[in-house]
């Protein structure tokens, strides 16, 4: 009896810090996996690349989130603020050969909709405003000289609205190519060599 009382009680403290890196291992785990997981703000599209499945090298989510699965996939955001380009078409030659200047101004963005948002992703990612705008930029050049040259300069002159429509058309298609859309299409003036307007 005298020896029961005098041993010391013997703990084991392998099970309680098994416990412990058990609840650490999860708690690490939960934060990794909320870290992981994005929301897209409305005036941005996420962009999810790597590893997406279903054939495609990136999926694009505006307005809503996405769970990034580490190693396998990474993310990048696509600003949707619009974008103002001053064009200042000078000499370009009408379907008669007479010059005019088509001193204008576009506002263009990102577009939302779901296959040109793709566009967007494969062409636009990476880039800043600056380069966005120069490649905009170029394009609404070549489209403007283009519609230029396919109208009489009566037509340019009078039919305004016309011209307008021919102009949005056909920027638009182009603009679409690389993940953009016009939003917006001003023209100053019309000033062409024979001075007729």
């Known amino acids: 009896m005298n020896y029961l ?9 392998g099970f309680p810090i098994a416990i412990i890196f058990a609840i650490l291992f999860v708690f690490v785990f939960l934060i ?3 870290r992981r997981y994005k929301r897209c703000p409305s005036d941005r599209i996420l962009v999810v690349y790597g590893k997406v499945g279903g054939g495609q090298s990136a999926k694009c989510i505006h307005g809503g989130a996405a769970f990034i699965v580490p190693v396998f996939q990474d993310y990048q955001f696509l600003d949707l603020t619009p974008i103002s380009i001053e064009v200042n078409l000078v000499n370009a030659l009408s ?7 088509v001193p204008s101004r576009f506002t263009i963005g990102v577009s939302t909709e779901p296959g040109i948002m793709q566009n967007a992703a494969e062409r636009l990612l990476g880039l800043n405003q600056g380069n966005i705008q120069e490649l905009a930029q170029e394009i609404i050049f070549g ?4 519609v230029v040259a396919s109208m009489d300069i009566e037509e340019i002159n009078n039919d305004r609205d016309k011209f307008l429509t021919n102009i949005s058309q056909s920027v638009e298609s182009e603009l679409k190519k690389v993940g953009l859309k016009l939003i917006n299409v001003n023209i100053t003036d019309i000033v062409d060599e024979s001075r007729l307007y």
Do not use: A, G
């Open 143 to 146: 489209q403007l000289r283009l």
């Open 95 to 101: 379907k008669q050969n007479i010059r005019v200047n």
């Open 32 to 34: 990794i996996l909320i």
């Open 5 to 13: 009382l005098t041993q010391e009680p013997k703990f084991d403290l």
